[in-house]
C-alpha cells in the first residue's frame, strides 16, 4: 500500500494542467491525444487548460525563479511531464531600439530579437521544443514537418537531441543554405517536386498511414502553443504590462493569435500590471500573403 502510495504520488506530480482540447468552432471536447482536427465540424482542435489550478501555482515569484529560458512558464505550456528537449529556448532579449524609434517618431519602440534562440536562431525552436517532448510523452520515436527552412532545421535539431528519427519534407528548389542546415543534423531530407501546399498536402496522407508526430499536423494543437511564450516574455519584460501595439510577422497567423492568448492569460491570473489594451497587427511579405489579403 505504501509502494502503491508513491506510484501515484509520483504519477501526479507528472501531471500538468491540460484538460484535453477543444475544438475552437463548435466548442466540442476532446482528450489530450495526437489530433488536430474537429470529427464534427472539422474546425481546428486547441488546447484546453486548467486556469484554476494554474492560478493556485503561477505567480511573478515563482516565473521570476524560473529558469532563463521559455519554461520558466512551464505550467502554461501544453506538457504533462517536463521538457525532453530545448532547455535553453526562449527568454531572448527584447531590445529597445532608439534610434529606429527616433526615425519613425516613436519615443518607446522594442525589437524582441529571436534571432538569438537556441539551437537554430528561429522562434520555430519554441514551438518545436514543445512539439517534440509532446510527441515523446504520445511515444512518438519519428518527427517529421512539411517546411521551407526555419521549421526543417529546427524539427530536425530537436530530434536529434531527442535521439529520434526525421523525415523533413520540402520544395524542390529551395536554397541551399537552408537545406545545409537541416542536413547537418542527420535528418532524413524530402524533396518534393511542387509548391508549398502540396508538400502540405502530401504530408497530411502521410500522416494518415504512418505512426509519425508531425508537428504542424497532428501534434498541432501543442505545437502552436509554444509561442505562446513570446508573449509571456515581451509582458514580463515590459515590467508586468503589455504593449500599446504589437507588430507581428506572420506566415499562416499563429503568432500572432498566441501573442494576444498569451497576455490574456497573464491578465486572467492577475499577473500584470492593469488590464490588456493591446492592438495587434499583421506584418505579411506581398509575395505570400493569406491573412494580409
Given at each position: 500500500d505504501i509502494l502503491a502510495f508513491i506510484n501515484i504520488f509520483k504519477k501526479d506530480d507528472l501531471m500538468g494542467y491540460v484538460k484535453g482540447l477543444k475544438c475552437r468552432e463548435c466548442k466540442k471536447e476532446f482528450p489530450t491525444e495526437p489530433i488536430h482536427v474537429c470529427e464534427f465540424c472539422f474546425g481546428?482542435?486547441?488546447v484546453d487548460y486548467d486556469y484554476d489550478k494554474i492560478s493556485k501555482q503561477v505567480t511573478r515569484k515563482s516565473i521570476l525563479s524560473g529558469p532563463p529560458s521559455m519554461w520558466r512558464y512551464k505550467e502554461l505550456m501544453p506538457l504533462d511531464e517536463e521538457n525532453k528537449v530545448g532547455k535553453h529556448v526562449g527568454f531572448t532579449p527584447l531590445v529597445r531600439a532608439k534610434n529606429l524609434g527616433k526615425a519613425l517618431g516613436l519615443s518607446k519602440l522594442y525589437i524582441k530579437n529571436d534571432s538569438v534562440n537556441h539551437p537554430t536562431f528561429s522562434f520555430k525552436d519554441r514551438v518545436v521544443a514543445v512539439a517534440v517532448s509532446k510527441a515523446i510523452e504520445f511515444g512518438f520515436d519519428t518527427i517529421s514537418c512539411a517546411s521551407t527552412g526555419n521549421l526543417a532545421n529546427s524539427v530536425a535539431a530537436h530530434s536529434a537531441e531527442a535521439g529520434l528519427k526525421s523525415f523533413i519534407f520540402i520544395p524542390v528548389g529551395l536554397e541551399s543554405g537552408k537545406i545545409l542546415g537541416t542536413n547537418i543534423y542527420g535528418t532524413q531530407l524530402?524533396?518534393?517536386?511542387?509548391?508549398?501546399?502540396?508538400?502540405?498536402?502530401l504530408c497530411s496522407e502521410v500522416a494518415a498511414r504512418h505512426n509519425w508526430a508531425f508537428v504542424n499536423i497532428n501534434i498541432r494543437p501543442y505545437y502552436g502553443d509554444g509561442s505562446k511564450s513570446y508573449g509571456y516574455e515581451i509582458a514580463e519584460q515590459l515590467g508586468w504590462k503589455t504593449p500599446d501595439n504589437v507588430i507581428v510577422p506572420v506566415a499562416g497567423s499563429s503568432l500572432i493569435t498566441k501573442i494576444w492568448k498569451a497576455f490574456h492569460e497573464f491578465e486572467y491570473l492577475g499577473l500584470l500590471n492593469g488590464k490588456v489594451q493591446s492592438k495587434i497587427f499583421a506584418a505579411q511579405a506581398t509575395g505570400c500573403s493569406p491573412v494580409t489579403n
Open positions: 481546428p482542435l486547441e524530402v524533396a518534393i517536386n511542387g509548391s508549398y501546399d502540396d508538400v502540405n498536402r
